[in-house]
C-alpha cells in the first residue's frame, strides 16, 4: 500500500464529473478550504464506492440514516467506473441528496490510496474532511457498529450532537431485485480466471487453454478480465494458491481478495479421442454459480483449443 494520507493532512483537491442528472462538476475547492466561500463551506464526507461491493453497500444505507441526522455535511460519493445506468437504478431505491461523481480512470482513487500500488481497489474507503479542507478521520471498509464511528466523527465537526432521532431511525434496504442483480447487463463485469484442472492432459496444456480461455471470455465484450501475472502475484502475497481451489466458497474468498465481481473455474478433461471443457460462472456477493457449460469436441486438442474455448465462453454469456 502507499502510505495513507494523515490525520492533519490537506486533503488533495479534485475536480469530477458529476453523474447526478444535469449538475455538471464537482470541485472540492468550493466547499472547503481557503478558497471556498464561507457561506458555502462545509464538511464533508468522501467515500469511494461500487454498488456491486458488499461493505460499499452497507456503507451507502447507513450513509442515508447519517445524511438525514447531519444534512449540514456535504456527502460525495465517487463511483469507480460504473455506467450511468446502473447507477441511476440502484439510487432509484433511495430518498437522498447524495453526490455522486465518477472517477473511470481511477486517478482520484490513486491519489487518495484507495487503488494500491498493485492495482487492487480497495472499497469502501471514506474520508472525513472538515471545512478547512483538512483530514479529520479516514476508514477503510465498513461493517455493522462503524456507523457509529462515523456519527460521532460527524457529531465531533459539525459540533452538534448526535440527534435522538438517528438512533430511532430503521436503515432502509435496497430492494430485493437489487440484491439479487446488483449487475447492469451493460456493464463489463470484472472478472478472474482460475486455472483449468487437468484431467487426463498435462498441467502445461491446461495453463495454455486457460490462457486462451481469458482471450476468449474477454472478447466477448461481456467481461473485464485480470491479467494472469497480477492475479498470482496478489493471490502469492496474501498467502493463497491456485492450486486446489475448486468450492464457491474457495472462489469467493479470492475474488473477494482480487475484488472482482465473479470468478470463472473448471477443468479440461480427456476421454479417447473426446476432449470436454466445463466452466462454472461464481458470483462473489452471493456465492451462487450464475452460469455453467460444457463444450464437447471429438478430434484432437488443438480442435478443443481453436474452437471448443471459444464456443464454451459463448455458452457463459447466453
Known sequence: MRKDLQQGEIAPTFILPSLNGDRGIFKLNRV???????????????????????????????????????PEVAYCL??????????????????????????TRGELGKIYN????????HLPNTYFINESGLIYYHHRGFSKGDELIYAQKLSELTGTPIPISYFEQETEQPR??????PIDSSDPINIAVMSLDAIGISTTEALALTNRLR??????????????????????EQGFQESGCTT??????VGELLNVQQMVAGSVSKVSNIFSIELRLVDIETGKIVAATVEDITGSLGDLLTQGVKNASRNLVE
Do not use: H, W
Open 32 to 70: 472547503v478550504g481557503r478558497k471556498s466561500k464561507p457561506g458555502s463551506r462545509k464538511p464533508v464526507v468522501l467515500t469511494f464506492f461500487m454498488t456491486t461491493a458488499i461493505q460499499s453497500r452497507l456503507e451507502l444505507a447507513e450513509l442515508q440514516k447519517l445524511q438525514t441526522a447531519f
Open 176 to 181: 430485493k431485485e437489487d440484491r439479487e442483480s
Open 78 to 103: 465517487v463511483n469507480m467506473n460504473e455506467s450511468r445506468r446502473t447507477l441511476k437504478r440502484y439510487f432509484s431505491t433511495y430518498n437522498t441528496s447524495f453526490e455522486v461523481l465518477g472517477d
Open 215 to 236: 482471450i476468449e471470455l474477454f472478447n466477448t465484450r461481456r467481461f473485464v478480465v485480470l491479467e494472469r501475472g497480477k492475479m498470482i502475484e496478489i493471490m502469492e
Open 114 to 121: 484507495v487503488i494500491d500500488v498493485n492495482g487492487v481497489t
Open 248 to 253: 464457491n466458497d474457495c472462489l469467493v474468498e
